[in-house]
């Protein structure tokens, strides 16, 4: 194994007619490593992967899968790519074995090690007992699992999860990041793209923070909460007119970011114990009713309103 | 190609698990055309195998346009075609058709030429037997062609009396030597149609063929289920070209095609009697059928966005051919503007591939075969290209 990065993606762009969906984008990640691309919905995240997975034209920039240029037409690097999309793409009338078996063909897998990726994987994905069963039948959890494992299947050098855990239970949620924790630990590399901070901050050895087709930082989450300083985060879960709670807010000395979204305001502010009851008769002031409060520490939320100058939520 | 060969196999499971496929491709088509046949058939004539209908004429004119078309009839009767018997008495002749001697009974009216001549409406009367629509609608065809020729003639005699090119007592010869000349040309349509009508086989064929319509559009249909459904992002991302997809999915509606016609041909040979002729030869007309509705229909298919509107067009462009290929109305004019348009779809092509085959000579389809596998190369192409658009992310 040499020190080359797995994935060296540079200066991707492209553009959906009038709309840039993907400006600029560069970032690398080294073998064993775990990349979370961070960004809120509609930053980027599944166009930066098509183009990494050589499923999407792009307009501007190169990728390079251990150093061999991906394209739309060249084959060879996908096979050292495992991409599990956003969506389900499994097909519900095979079974769990069957949608297995025909994705391992189209990578060449056959004979008795087609049989044994296909055990390995039903196994890993903890779906041996329901091996034969129509993936139709399955909860919304195990397809997700199906999903994931289809492309584990080949053994791939990076593995592409696509927002891997939206629509999920908490159960299965936690079983798939376990996995992904795991299959770090193997030495696999991953690209995890999520709107979910916690994942990004659990998972991730480096995090890239995109939005609007940029990424806006990148580093570690140490690196990334020391970009926005010593601040204290105020979050309030309200209803009434947030925006104008806002408005107010950043009139406010001392308030360095706010936001609102999903009936949360998020105050980035320097000292929370002075500024609390300022900032909850403000938001009350504008109509609201407050139905709770918290302070915390600063974290890779806080680093991502300061950077975007939005709440990282649903 | 054995990318292609995977998908395929994949498709072709899954489309056995969907009980839809068997029957529209097999359970329908037999399940009407053993209902046609009971209704239509009875005789059960073989394909291919010349049927002869007898006709009456009574001609009370005896001038220029009745001899004229006389003389059209003779040359049907000289192909072995049609029998014609001549009566003097008009209620002797309609008792015939009613018992049954003859089929179909041409009515001259006495005044036909003189009509003619002054540029009058004429009629020639066919009287028909209920219980044999196929002979009262080929006699129909052949006096509505003789009659719109005629029409045509008379109109350009008159001309040429205004003209004085000709005196107006040579109109009625005139109007009628040129009325009698395309009934002459027009007999290859109603020939390729008298080989086939009345028969289960014509029954079955046009109708596995329209059926075929149905079930090869399910390549590009589930082209764009797996777009849909999201798995064509896991085909485009494994290490297999593009075209590989494309070849996959034509080369599964061709197979099941295949397999749905053969299946077909098969069992309406068991279990209805019909005669499909010379094996060889419908093997080979049917693979290039296949190939051709195939191609038309994965075109077809691709236009539209989702697999519903994709169905919605599928549908539409399966019945208008069905219509105009003469699949549910074997008779009618096959020899006007609209009979003729019959031969800008596949199903015809087929149809009279078929009718061709029936003279015992495989040569003899290779026009028809020539033009399935030139629809197939035209419209498979422009499939290929409307399929780019659908392999993507
Ligand atoms: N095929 C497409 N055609 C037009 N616009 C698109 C297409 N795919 C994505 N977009 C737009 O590009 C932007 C980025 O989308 P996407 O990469 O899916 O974001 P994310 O995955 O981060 O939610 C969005 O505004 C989205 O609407
Ligand atoms: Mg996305």
Redesign the interface.
């Known amino acids: 194994m040499t020190d080359r990065p797995v994935l060296e993606a540079t200066d991707l762009d492209k553009r959906f007619g009038d709309l840039h969906a993907v400006r600029g984008v560069s970032f690398h990640i080294d073998p064993g490593e775990t990349y979370g691309l961070l960004g809120p919905n509609g930053a980027g995240k599944t166009t930066t992967i098509a183009m990494v997975g050589g499923l999407l034209e792009r307009d501007g920039g190169q990728v390079l899968i251990e150093g061999e240029p991906m394209t739309v037409r060249t084959l060879d690097p996908r096979r050292k790519i495992g991409l599990v999309p956003q969506d389900l793409a499994i097909y519900p009338d095979l079974t769990a074995r069957e949608n297995l078996t025909f994705f391992a063909r189209l990578y060449e897998i056959s004979g008795q090690q087609l049989k044994d990726r296909v055990a390995k994987v039903l196994e890993v994905i903890g779906l041996t007992d329901r091996a034969d069963d129509r993936a139709g039948e399955f909860s919304g959890g195990m397809k997700r699992r199906l999903n994931i494992g289809i492309g584990l299947l080949h053994q791939p050098r990076l593995l592409i999860l696509d927002e891997p855990t939206v629509g999920v239970d908490p159960q299965s949620r936690n079983a798939i990041l376990e996995s992904v924790e795991a299959l770090s630990s193997d030495g696999i590399a991953v690209l995890y793209t999520t709107h979910y901070m916690e994942e990004a901050e659990r998972l991730a050895t480096r995090v890239g923070i995109i939005d609007q087709g940029e990424i806006k930082a990148e580093g570690t989450r140490r690196q990334l909460v020391q970009m926005v300083g010593e601040r204290d985060r105020i979050s309030i879960t309200a209803n009434g007119p947030l925006e104008s709670a806002v408005t107010d807010l950043r009139g406010m000395s001392g308030v360095e970011e706010a936001g609102a979204s999903d009936g949360q305001i998020t105050l980035l502010v320097r000292d929370a114990s002075e500024l609390l009851a300022k900032a909850l008769e403000t938001v009350t002031n504008t109509g609201a009713s407050v139905s709770s409060v918290a302070v915390e520490e600063p974290d890779l939320e806080a680093a991502f309103l300061h950077l975007t100058g939005k709440a990282l939520r649903d | 190609m054995r990318?292609a060969w995977?998908i395929a196999r994949?498709d072709l499971?899954?489309r056995s698990?969907?009980r839809s496929v068997f029957v529209i491709a097999f359970v329908a088509p037999l399940a009407l055309a053993f209902i046609f046949n009971l209704v239509f058939g009875g005789g059960g004539n073989d394909i291919g195998q010349s049927v002869q209908f007898d006709y009456g004429i009574v001609d009370r004119d005896d001038g220029p346009v009745s001899q004229a078309f006389t003389e059209v009839l003779e040359a049907i009767e000289a192909d072995g075609l049609i029998a014609v018997q001549p009566f003097d008495i008009e209620p002797d002749a309609r008792a015939a058709v009613e018992d049954g001697t003859i089929d179909s009974l041409f009515i001259l009216p006495s005044d036909l030429s003189a009509n003619i001549t002054t540029g009058l409406p004429a009629n020639i009367e066919v009287v028909g037997n209920v219980d044999t629509p196929t002979s009262a609608g080929v006699a129909a065809s052949i006096a509505e062609r003789f009659a719109s020729g005629l029409a045509a003639a008379t109109d350009a005699a008159l001309t040429a009396v205004e003209t004085g090119v000709i005196g107006p007592d040579e109109i009625a010869s005139a109007a009628a030597e040129a009325g009698a000349q395309p009934p002459v040309a027009a007999l290859v349509g109603i020939d390729a149609g008298i080989r086939l009508l009345d028969s289960a086989t014509f029954f079955v064929a046009g109708l596995s063929i329209f059926f075929m319509f149905f079930v090869a559009g399910l390549g590009v249909t589930s082209m764009l289920e797996e777009r849909r459904?999201?798995?064509m992002?896991?085909?485009?991302?494994?290490?297999?070209?593009r075209s590989s997809i494309i070849g996959g999915k034509a080369l599964s509606s061709v197979l099941i095609g295949l397999v749905a016609m053969v299946t077909l041909v098969v069992a309406s040979t068991l279990l209805m009697g019909a005669n499909w002729g010379d094996p060889a030869g419908v093997l080979l007309l049917i693979f290039a059928a296949v190939l051709a509705v195939v191609a038309l229909m994965s075109f077809v298919g691709g236009l539209a966005k989702t697999t519903e509107q994709s169905g919605n067009l599928q549908g539409i462009v399966a019945v208008t051919l069905g219509m105009l290929g003469g699949t549910f109305v074997p008779i009618g004019d096959p020899t006007s503007f609209l009979g003729q348009l019959r031969f800008l779809t596949p199903n015809a092509w087929f149809l009279r591939g078929l009718a061709d085959l029936g003279g015992g000579n495989i040569v003899d389809t290779l026009p028809a075969v020539g033009v399935l596998l030139l629809i197939a190369l035209g419209f498979g192409v422009a499939a290929v290209s409307v399929a780019r658009k659908v392999v993507s992310?």
Do not use: F
């Open positions: 990318i995977i994949k499971a899954l698990r969907d459904d999201g798995t992002t896991r085909l485009i991302a494994a290490p297999i070209r992310a």
